[in-house]
């Protein structure tokens, strides 16, 4: 009797094929936010970290990868107890997630990269506030599966990631006349390349930024409404 | 159920656990990692007072602490001058601990006073730098660094300083080889024997600087001003030490 009905239920489920690992929704997940949705130049969020961490390109670089990391790790952490976590607190769970990972990405920073700790030291911290990385939680994680957010997660990561970068490169080309530290007019042979003290300031990110914001949105045809 | 109260309190008790746990556990597997980190940050700046930077930067970490324990010789002094081993609960003192901006914090008179001595020339007698750790304020937070006094006790052989929040391209040069050098070679007793130390001047571009000024950065008076500042207090306060060694009172190694 029992197996019966067992049987029953089985010849009753669909049996669905299993989705690409990297289909197209897939990968639209991650491709959209490095351009059409990009969390700084349309999403116009994480702007105070993209100021303050682009003055080089190596502490860039590595505020980058931690907030990528952050948000990819938090983004598969609520997504695989979304469904455990109360309604009611569920911005505090979020918060304590990416507090913990925020504190654990300074931790091991301050263990094996002291210097880039020093560096960057408040700023690591301040990913904690950092609106992409609720932003994701809140708007993806809490209602799609673990590998779907983790791509999110990547997707928005990289979007911030190549953003910075980009700001980070024109300000240590003009602000310091170097590319990762190497003196790259001095190597071409213009040894008085006068550098600019505004691109050193949060003024000059400001500038770098907006233009890119202007070019990347002339580009998608993006308008605020 | 999931809304229910207890099931709030029970979720937020077992998820303050789990994150409690997770961080502590993390912190002390990585303390020791981020000492050794600390340790070596310390001893490149007390280095770099003294050696070329370029070559300090291109030194693995464990080049750098057997340059370190070859080269410098450590103690501690009050503020009178003499050599202090124990503290007041009879543990033994060793400079490279003495947490300097605790001391900041204490009145001059109480503080402990780290010398660094470092030879040239590992096997011999002959102190060729004391390096002195100096703490102040600059604009905007606090600044620090070594001044290393060569062994007539006046001239500087170099000096390395710090800076948590001066102003990025303006006080901030002062943590750059750039300003550093200036103090190289300058005086910081006068003719008459008083301590005058090395004032940074006001503007930048001056010529028939005085041994006892270096030029000044444009757009950074204030940050100037508190290397000034520190650097004439901590000499000061080293000062009786000075008197104990050119007495021979004090050993010099």
Known sequence: MSTETLEQK?????VKPA???FSKRRKRLVSDPLSEDNPITVQVLGICSALAVTVKIQPTLIMAIAVTFVIAASNLIISLIRNLVPNRIRIIVQLAVIATLVTLVSEVLKAYSYDMYKVLGAFVGLIITNCIVMGRLEAFAMANKP?????????SGFGYAWVILAVAFFRELFGSGSILDFKIFEAIGWSNFPTNGLMVDSIGAFMVLGILIWVQRSKTGYVEH | MRQSNAYIIIFTAVMTVIVGGLLSLASQGLAPAQKKSIELDTKTQILSSVTDREKLSAMKPNEILEMYDEHIKSTVVDYSGNEVTKDEKGADIQAENVDVLKNYKKKPEDRLYPVFKYRKDPSSKEVYAYILPIYGSGLWDKIWGFAAIENDLNTIAGVSFDHKG???????RIATPQIQQRYVGKKIFN???NLVSVSMLKGEGHTNISDHEVDGMSGATLTGKGVNAMLKNYLSCYKAYFEKLNSGEVANL
Do not use: F, N
Request: glycine content about 18%; aromatic content about 4%; proline content about 4%.
């Open chain 2, 191 to 193: 003719e008459q024997g």
């Open chain 1, 19 to 21: 989705e690409a690992l």
């Open chain 1, 10 to 14: 089985k010849d009753a489920v669909e």
């Open chain 1, 147 to 155: 590998y779907d957010s983790v791509l999110d997660g990547l997707g």
């Open chain 2, 166 to 172: 001066e102003t990025p391209g303006l006080g901030a």
